[in-house]
């Protein structure tokens, strides 16, 4: 109990120092690219697709941003996104999602979950998507205020 109550104190101090931030936007970008080569197992790569006459990735567009939910200073959960989808010279053909979200725990610390997974529309060859998820504790041994 004396130790609960010293955490309450501990935060009463900082809450005079700190704001607390129901929801933050802190990052949004968008990003439009060219693809110079991606080696999948769907096409053959560009300059072998183009001598063949065959369908080969071509170019991109992404958006990410991140947003702070219940910030508390060094404290709080937040959430990182990024959709990115690229084309062929025939269609719009894939769509890729990354996210990720945890809890800052202080400084250096945050529990985090990630995901990846990557989807191809409009193909009709069986096949399951890229998928990867995992859960982690990261530390932050070092880090450099820009």
């Known amino acids: 109990m004396k130790y609960l109550l010293l955490l309450l104190t501990l935060l009463a101090q900082q809450a005079q120092a700190q704001e607390l931030h129901a929801v ?3 990052e949004f970008d968008m990003d439009f690219y060219k693809i110079a080569n991606n080696r999948d197992t769907y096409f053959l790569l560009p300059d072998e697709a183009k001598a063949h006459g065959e369908e080969h990735w071509t170019k991109g567009v992404a958006c990410g941003f991140v947003l702070d ?18 084309t062929t010279n025939a269609q719009f053909r894939q769509v ?49 205020d820009k």
């Open 24 to 26: 933050s936007l802190r």
């Open 69 to 86: 939910f219940l910030k508390y200073g060094n404290w709080g959960l937040y959430h990182s996104s990024r959709v990115s989808g690229n």
């Open 96 to 144: 890729t999602w990354q996210w990720t979200t945890g809890f800052q725990l202080g400084e250096k610390t945050q529990l985090y979950w990630d995901h990846m997974s990557t989807h191809l529309l409009d193909d009709g060859r069986e096949g399951r998507y890229p998928l990867h998820n995992e859960f982690g504790l990261r530390i932050k041994f070092y880090s450099r």
